[in-house]
């Protein structure tokens, strides 16, 4: 009997899973002030490799430059660290979620 039906199954595994590549906030001090940074610019100096279903900013370290920053995920720490440098943070969920009809209608 093969190996993987001798071994039990642990937990749930869910087939629609999306994984995000994480991006720390000490890791974009490396730009210039008041740059534009999106998953291209990522990939091209090597913070984001392989194959993800997008980008996820957290909030480890800190960040003294204003920048933009173009990413699908960002946690709430990490967007009120730029924001406190006087930079921007852009999500692509804050973009569903302008294009979603209100509830109330």
Not at 22 to 36: G, K, M, P, Q, Y
Not at 39 to 61: D, S
Request: glycine residues 8%.
């Amino acid at each position: 009997m093969p190996l993987q039906r001798r071994l039990p199954k642990r937990g749930f595994h869910n087939p629609f899973r999306k994984a995000y590549a994480e991006v720390n906030v000490r890791d974009l001090e490396h730009f210039d002030a008041d740059s534009v940074v999106d998953e291209e610019i990522l990939r091209q100096r090597g913070l984001v490799k392989g194959q993800w279903a997008g980008v996820k900013l957290l909030g480890m370290g800190d960040i003294s430059k204003p920048l933009t920053v173009k990413v699908d995920r960002c946690s709430a720490a990490a967007r009120n660290k730029i924001e406190v440098a006087g930079g921007k943070v852009e999500t692509a969920s804050a973009d569903l979620k302008a294009l979603t009809p209100d509830e109330g209608s």
